[in-house]
């Protein structure tokens, strides 16, 4: 018989099953607002997008902060499609370059190209198409707006998968080889897991160089064509042409409030996912953590769509021409890989010569040779200052981002400012720029160079952040047993740990510089106008007038510059971290 004691515990048990059944409706209610609010968000931002061209002209951009709201969406929104875009380009274009030894002669050096291309320049010469698409409608300006702040996103993710998919452990790679993995398989179960969490921290950095250059990807000025999208970007270079100090401080305001929310709903969430990815053996801190992920994960609603949509994508590793395994060599076939090796060798270098010589026609028709020189030279002013800068930032954040990245508990409060920090436009700073120097008589040539590495330093710091973090945890517990300390700890420990994260860092800080000084060596404020000699300048003069053989020879020089400078520099560096301190 059941006793009066057993009676209360089953009724102490059933009165605690109701309570958990109540707090995970809560959790459900709280996904459904979460996904509603999403959903919301796309609707109002995409108002709008399909009414004619004209609407831009007859509803211009205001200064009213009221409007700001309405602008943040749309810029937040752009902001996304780009990164979806960045992402899709980063596993397909990272992945061949990684996987393939022929495609990576070619997709490297044009990677090195497409970073060092000016945003100004990519929008000059797609803005025309991207209109078309959508003629006479918001839409084709949209496109040629996502396109742009898909230039400044896209080719730090790229290189930081491509050195992820490097320097995965030779013991996992054996791992995944015993087990017979498919390519398809291999991909998502090895390669963009041991990947994420760097890819993570560049996804960060590249949200906020989208922000460094919303200006000029959201006010469009080419030649006669000028188009201004309602976004914040827009409202920033109206309130710098108008010199409001006020419109700016709005602007600064709705920016920080942007990156908050971004913080909190998209890349706070991801870090703390992207933590049980890290390579490491011994858990030895907490974990990062994040209601938006706490939320989804307890909600009963959303783990049963993810095991369905689990289940739906485990059925595409079984795809035979996704998931076919490589043919075994066969021997005797290495004259034949050489004879095919020489024959790709030659067909890109003969299709680098056409695309040389078609650029040099077209140059060659409407500019004389001393012109070429001065954007040679021009382009020495500039490499000038892109590597005194990046030494400066590698002294000032290798410690600190070091520092930052064995502390889980700093990183948390680091992640949002260093964010709002990288996303901060040059544009907002030159009303102290311009009054500093033209008060003070400074040189123009010095003192506008800071404003180059202002977003671009960025990159140093996270990456070197995200190599810190990964430092697995016996590695440093061995170092404090036998007391290694100050120079020792950071020869033998931190620098070989973090060496391939900064070269990727630094890679990227190179070309962004490049690609920063169309907007830092040409400051205005207002009807007051302050100018370096350098590349950047060259090539914003050229895109503003409209002059596209100047175009053409400022983005070509700057090309050779980042390429020749990459191949014998950074590359050579790049290889050496990558064979000398590869994890495994």
């Known amino acids: 018989m059941t006793g009066p004691a057993s009676v209360a515990a089953l009724r102490q048990d059933d009165n605690r099953q109701t309570a958990i059944g109540q707090k995970r409706i809560y959790w459900d209610i709280f996904a459904i607002l979460l996904v509603l609010a999403a959903l919301i ?8 997008l399909m009414q004619p061209l004209s609407v831009l002209t007859t509803s211009p951009i205001s200064l009213d902060p009221s409007v700001l709201p309405g602008y943040a969406l749309r810029t937040s929104l752009r902001m996304l499609a780009a990164m979806a875009l960045s992402l899709v380009f980063t596993f397909t274009y990272a992945t061949l370059a990684a996987r393939s030894r022929r495609a990576e002669i070619v997709l490297i050096p044009l990677l ?5 291309v000016p945003i100004l320049g990519f929008i000059s010469v797609t803005v025309v198409y991207f209109m078309s698409l959508a003629p006479g409608r918001v839409l084709g300006a949209e496109f040629a707006a996502v396109f742009a702040i898909f230039t400044s996103q896209a080719w730090n993710m790229a290189f930081s998968f491509y050195q992820s998919l490097r320097t995965v452990p030779e013991e996992l790679v054996e791992v995944s080889r015993s087990f017979r993995l498919r390519p398809w398989m291999r991909f998502w179960q090895l390669d963009v897991p041991f990947a994420m969490p760097s ?14 250059f919303v200006v000029a990807s959201e006010a469009i000025s080419v030649g006669k064509t000028t188009v201004m999208l309602p976004g ?33 709903l998209l890349f ?14 011994q858990i030895s801190v907490a974990p990062p953590q994040s209601w938006v992920l706490t939320v989804m994960r307890r909600s009963r609603m959303v783990a049963a769509l993810v095991r369905f949509m689990s289940r739906l994508w485990r059925l595409t590793y079984r795809v035979p021409s996704l998931g076919q395994r490589a043919e075994p060599s066969v021997p005797g076939r290495g004259f034949d890989a050489r004879w095919i090796d020489w024959l790709w060798y030659a067909l890109v270098g003969a299709a680098t010569l056409c695309a040389v010589w078609y650029i040099a026609s077209f140059i060659h028709g409407g500019l004389d040779l001393a012109e070429v020189g001065t954007a040679i030279l021009l382009g020495f002013a ?8 990046i030494f400066i930032a590698s002294v000032i954040w290798v410690p600190i981002g070091v520092w930052i990245g064995l502390r889980p508990g700093v990183a948390h409060i680091a992640q949002p400012i260093a964010q709002f920090m990288a996303a901060f436009p040059a544009n907002l700073l ?25 977003g671009t330093q960025w990159y140093i710091l996270f990456n070197v952040v995200a190599g810190a973090s990964t430092i697995p945890s016996e590695l440093r517990d061995i170092g404090t047993n036998l007391h290694v300390r100050g120079w020792l700890w950071w020869r033998r420990i931190a620098l070989p740990a973090i060496f391939p994260f900064y070269v990727t860092g630094a890679i990227t800080a190179s070309g962004g510089s490049w690609n920063a000084s169309i907007v830092a060596e040409v400051v205005s404020w207002g009807d007051q106008k302050l100018q370096a000699h350098g590349l950047g300048a060259y090539i914003a003069q050229a895109t503003t007038a409209g002059d596209f053989h100047r175009i053409v020879l400022g983005i070509a020089v700057m090309s050779l510059f980042v390429v020749v400078i990459n191949r014998i520099f950074w590359r050579p560096i790049y290889r050496f971290a990558e064979r000398k301190y590869r994890l495994g």
Request: aromatic fraction near 14%; avoid cysteine.
């Open 41 to 48: 968000f796309f609707a109002e931002a995409s108002r709008g």
């Open 430 to 454: 030159f009303p102290i720029a311009v009054v500093f120097i033209a008060s003070f008589r400074l040189n123009p040539d010095i003192w506008l160079s800071p404003l180059m590495i202002l």
């Open 268 to 281: 706070r969430p991801l870090v703390a996912w992207a933590d049980r990815f890290r390579f490491e053996q």
């Open 112 to 116: 090195d190209i497409l970073q060092s």
């Open 232 to 264: 914040i970007g827009s409202y920033i270079a109206l309130a710098v042409t108008d010199r409001n100090l006020p419109a700016i401080g709005w602007a600064i305001g709705t920016m920080l409030l942007v990156i908050l929310i971004y913080d909190q």
């Open 199 to 212: 890819l993570v921290w560049n996804m960060m950095v590249s949200m906020s160089g989208g922000w460094f």
């Open 382 to 389: 500039t490499l000038a200052r892109v590597f005194v800068l």
